[in-house]
T-cell receptor
Framework: DTAVSQTPKYLVTQMGNDKSIKCEQN?????MYWYKQDSKKFLKIMFS???????INETVPNRFSPKSPDKAHLNLHINSLELGDSAVYFC????????????FGSGTRLTVV | DAKTTQPPSMDCAEGRAANLPCNHS???????VYWYRQIHSQGPQYIIH???NNETNEMASLIITEDRKSSTLILPHATLRDTAVYYC???????????FGAGTILRVKS
């Protein structure tokens, strides 16, 4: 069983489309995160939820909207996709907000054409 | 959170210990040192973390200096599969986000 699973693994779409990436963790963790890794390979946090409550919201365009229906799921919806949104998006989870290691998913490679 | 400084790249011979240094001279008392790695095209992988004491797990050892201003991650017997980018991150104990820097590219060579 994959601990943190993301779907889809690859996503190719046209500019202007709306798309969603799903993330599920079966670790029983309370906290989940979305990270973006761009072409320069820097990993940047986008959002964090703790028990379905948004706790970190970095300077991310409003076109990005996270949703956490329950603490095991954190989805990322992106409206009006732009070329610059092309990146690998990683979901992660941790037991809570304390000094814990994060478990990352394998990533979703989004290509906007 | 305190910033960290790591060498951009290192080489290590297969089977030898890989010692990856990290400077965090502005670390404060409640900040932990975390190590992650990212193997090509995969998600980052948690390795180990510590506050003051040295730590060891099945993957690696973490040696933190007494003044806590630097640390070393030790992979005792590096294999080709340990080739990855290694990130040293300082983060306070509660609530703060994990911020990744550029890391160290470790190349294990046969």
């Amino acid at each position: 069983d994959t601990a943190v699973s993301q779907t889809p693994k690859y996503l190719v779409t046209q500019m202007g489309n709306d798309k969603s990436i799903k993330c599920e963790q079966n670790l029983g963790h309370d906290t989940m995160y979305w990270y973006k890794q761009d072409s320069k390979k820097f990993l940047k946090i986008m959002f964090s939820y703790n028990n379905k409550e948004l706790i970190i919201n970095e300077t991310v365009p409003n076109r990005f909207s996270p949703k956490s229906p329950d603490k095991a799921h954190l989805n990322l919806h992106i409206n009006s996709l732009e070329l610059g949104d092309s990146a690998v998006y990683f979901c992660a989870s941790s037991p809570g907000q304390g000094p814990y290691g994060y478990t990352f998913g394998s990533g979703t490679r989004l290509t906007v054409v | 959170d305190a910033k960290t400084t790591q060498p951009p790249s290192m080489d290590c011979a297969e089977g030898r210990a890989a010692n990856l240094p990290c400077n965090h001279s502005t670390i404060s008392g409640n900040e932990y040192v975390y190590w992650y790695r990212q193997i090509h095209s995969q998600g980052p992988q948690y390795i180990i973390h510590g506050l003051k004491n040295n730590e060891t797990n099945e993957m690696a050892s973490l040696i933190i200096t007494e003044d806590r201003k630097s640390s070393t991650l030790i992979l005792p017997h590096a294999t080709l599969r340990d080739t990855a980018v290694y990130y040293c991150i300082v983060r306070s104990s509660y609530g703060n986000k994990l911020v990744f820097g550029a890391g160290t590219i470790l190349r294990v060579k046969s």
